[in-house]
């Protein structure tokens, strides 16, 4: 076997690897430029939190009304922003700080989604939520990450400079006749929706490996925002492939392997990458130190 | 240059008091900006500068009093933040950045058209930065990064400036060359309000001074505010001038 059929052949045997391809490629183009955003604001984490804060919201919507995205999507929306107001409320009415209560909500979210998930479905039907339905995608599934991916590039295009603007000099904006705040809701609806559409693909609790991974590493490799989410974009996309060939070639889960290839892609970036990357630095330490 | 009639000064406060959560910084400020001109803000640290000029460029509402800007003068309103309330870290090009200033003619959707970025390079050329146009703000010395936000305000093209700390973190070189700079506009009929630290600089350039100790300790001409007794009232604050 060449190693072009080792990477062409599993996509050319198999319709539901195409269809895999598809669901990875589509929920990395939309989930990862929001990672670069993420990552920019310092709110990483936050989106870790949310993508178990909307558990039970999706787990409701989709119990009630089957495969709908307006259903998950309100549902998660309405637990995520709910878990956000909560937080914020405890924080603010005891020294409990911020971060730790939102912690706490996030966690109580996870158990009642798990629950929700549990009473009504089986065993099978919780690892779906949580772990994805990479290599088992109908066409529904398909359109729903396919059309949040969509929406998600428009919209930030439309947004980009209001987005640009609010995070490198909020003040300026808000000066200049402001926008950003709602920009900042906008961006939140994304992260919801492309969490919610992701959950098919990848589940629940891997999803947010496809947004935080590939805009963490390409921050290592090129200066620019722009370029940052254009290569992020491209690196998701590239660890859905690799992750499903590996996945294929060796017979293991294939959810976890695109996470972990995505996982590889950023620890080379961490140790390569010429923007700060550790060889890097180490190479430029004297020239560095005399700047 | 401005639509406002003459005497009626373009921004005018009355016993108005800003602060951040409820809690006023700054109060008792009672007194006007008049149109052309250029007036320093002064005073130890802690006075609550900065929180007024925010509260002037809108960032804020008076917590108390009033604040009247006069119609029109809004929208022609700038403000050079300190580069502190920037994000530095973030990844963008110096050009991009400056190129910011534009954002009252273009905003979020409309092109940036020949003209804007012939305007933008004609700033970068001003401030001395067309080198540096292409590279990340956070590249840039401090007082570069002055240079690059003068650039900017200039695209703004506002009849009233607010400038907070404009010489903060800069060398006497790069500070002599902005001061070069405010003067002309000042010249060109535009209105300057500056927070400044040097005192020095205040009584060469500026013929109006606001003296600020977390209220207004006196506004007027330079000279009539300058005087010891007002230093000393102002000292005498529980801060620490300087």
Not at chain 1, 51 to 57: F, M, Q, R, V, Y
Not at chain 1, 115 to 144: E, K, Y
């Amino acid at each position: 076997m060449t190693a072009l059929d080792w990477v062409v052949a599993p996509f050319a045997d198999f319709g539901f690897m195409r269809r895999a391809l598809a669901g990875t490629s589509a929920a990395a183009l939309g989930a990862a430029p929001l990672g670069v955003f993420l990552v920019l604001r310092r709110m990483s984490l936050m989106g870790d939190a949310m993508s178990h804060a909307i558990l039970p919201g999706v787990a409701a919507g989709f119990l009630l009304a089957g495969l709908s995205l307006g259903a998950m999507l309100l549902g998660g929306l309405v637990t995520g922003l709910a878990v956000a107001l909560l937080a914020g409320l405890v924080a603010r009415l005891t020294p409990l700080r911020e971060d730790a209560s939102f912690a706490a909500f996030y966690l109580i979210s996870l158990g009642l989604g798990v629950l929700l998930v549990s009473l009504r479905g089986s065993n099978m039907d919780l690892l779906h939520v949580l772990f994805g339905t990479v290599l088992g995608l109908d066409d529904a599934a398909l359109l729903l990450v396919t059309g949040a991916a969509s929406a998600t590039l428009l919209t930030m295009a439309a947004l980009y400079r209001v987005l640009v603007a609010e995070c490198l000099d909020p003040g300026f904006l808000r000066a200049s006749g402001g926008g950003g705040a709602w920009a900042h809701m906008v961006f939140l609806v994304l992260v919801v929706a492309n969490l919610v559409a992701g959950f098919q693909v990848l589940g629940t609790l891997m999803v947010v490996g496809m947004m935080m991974l590939p805009a963490a590493a390409a921050r290592f490799w090129l200066p620019t925002v722009a370029a940052q989410i254009v290569l992020a974009a491209a690196l998701g996309v590239a660890a859905g492939i690799a992750g499903l060939l590996v996945s294929y070639h060796w017979n293991l889960p294939a959810s976890p392997a695109i996470i972990l290839a995505a996982g590889a892609i950023y620890l080379a970036s961490v140790a390569c990458g010429p923007q700060g990357g550790l060889l890097h630095g180490l190479a430029g330490h004297g020239r560095a130190h005399f700047r | 240059m401005t639509d406002a009639c003459p005497g009626v000064p373009l921004i005018e406060l009355r016993d108005a008091a800003f602060g951040w959560r409820g809690r006023p910084a700054v109060h008792g400020i009672s007194g006007g900006f008049a149109a052309g001109s250029m007036t320093a803000v002064a005073g130890p640290n802690g006075a609550g500068k900065s929180t007024l000029i925010k509260g002037i460029v809108g960032l804020m509402r008076p917590l108390a009093g009033t604040l009247r800007i006069a119609g029109g003068a809004r929208r022609g309103l700038a403000w050079l933040p300190q580069a502190a309330d920037l994000d530095r870290t973030f990844p963008i090009t110096v050009l991009d950045m400056v190129a910011m200033g534009a954002w009252r003619r273009v905003g979020p959707w409309r092109r940036f058209n020949a003209a804007e970025t012939e305007r933008t390079w004609q700033a970068l050329e001003l401030v001395g930065l067309v080198g540096e146009a292409g590279r990340i703000v956070g590249s840039l010395s401090g007082g570069q990064m002055q240079r690059a936000l003068f650039a900017r305000l200039m695209l703004q093209d506002a009849q009233v400036l607010l400038l907070d700390e404009p010489f903060a973190a800069v060398d006497s070189h790069t500070a002599d060359a902005l001061m070069r700079l405010l003067c002309a506009w000042h010249a060109e009929g535009r209105t300057v309000v500056a927070v400044l630290h040097d005192l020095a600089l205040v009584r060469r350039h500026f013929g109006q001074t606001l003296l600020l100790a977390g209220r207004q300790v006196a506004w007027g001409p330079t000279a009539e505010v300058l005087t010891p007794g007002h230093l000393a009232a102002a000292r005498g604050a529980p801060r620490e001038w300087l």
